[in-house]
């Protein structure tokens, strides 16, 4: 079975102070997995105790890039198997450290039998093209999200499909992609210019994990007596 995309939602605030951020989403099908990506501007301090959940079922934290810093981006993702059918889910993510600017992007995807991989980062200080490589295998998916400051724009990478994409008025932009699976998925975007990114990816299995492979003997109980 192959990991296919269900739907996907986004929401984005320009709020100075916010310590949380909302939207709706509708997941369907079986074999359901969901992914939340979430892209700060840092204020005067870290982003820190994030939380996330889907029609009010914890979400777990996938990993995060919230490095020191002011006025720069962060990102964190979230995953949740087998997430509710309710029409119009809230989902709802919240921090201690009140941010200027955050996105938050949902996807929903079928088939996934074998949860998902482990996430592959890239923090730059000064970069136009953030990317990273994605161990996966045909009838997996990957996706991404981004968090920068490099202008008001972001291109999706060739082959990629752009799932959100979200700018402020202060140059920051948070995204997502998704990309069907293969031996190496390269994941990237293009920015109007070079400057500090926080990016991720993670792969989603469309294959359950394999057993032990030993086979062991068949008993048969015989009657006493």
């Known amino acids: 079975m192959a990991v296919t995309f269900d739907a996907a939602s986004s929401n984005g605030s320009d709020t100075v102070g916010q310590t949380s951020i909302s939207t709706t989403h509708t997941a369907s099908g ?13 204020e005067t301090s870290d982003v820190s105790g994030i939380s996330v959940s889907y029609d009010g079922v914890p979400m777990s934290q996938i990993g995060s890039i919230v490095g020191p ?35 938050i992007g949902v996807v929903s995807f079928t088939g996934v039998l074998g949860g998902i991989g482990t996430p592959v ?31 008001t724009t972001a291109t999706v990478g060739v082959g990629q499909t752009q799932r959100w994409n979200r700018s402020s008025a202060t140059s920051f932009i948070g995204s997502g992609s998704t990309e069907p699976g293969g031996a190496s998925v390269v994941m990237t975007w293009s920015l109007l210019f070079a400057d500090q990114v926080n990016y991720m990816a993670v792969n989603l299995l ?7 492979g030993k086979n062991f003997p068949t008993l048969t109980l015989l009657g006493v007596g």
Do not use: H, K
Request: net charge neutral; glycine share 10%; proline share 3%.
């Open 206 to 212: 469309g294959t359950a994990p394999a057993t032990s």
């Open 121 to 151: 980062t890239q923090v730059s200080a000064n970069s136009s093209s953030p990317s990273v490589t994605v161990s996966s295998a045909t009838g997996d998916m990957v996706i991404d999200t981004l968090a920068t400051s490099g202008g």
């Open 30 to 42: 079986t074999n359901r997995y969901v992914i939340v990506g979430l892209s700060f501007r840092r």
């Open 69 to 103: 810093g002011t006025n720069v981006s962060a990102c964190a993702m979230f995953g949740l198997a087998n997430p509710n059918t309710t029409a119009g889910a809230t989902v709802s993510a919240s921090w201690t450290n009140g941010q200027s600017w955050t996105e």
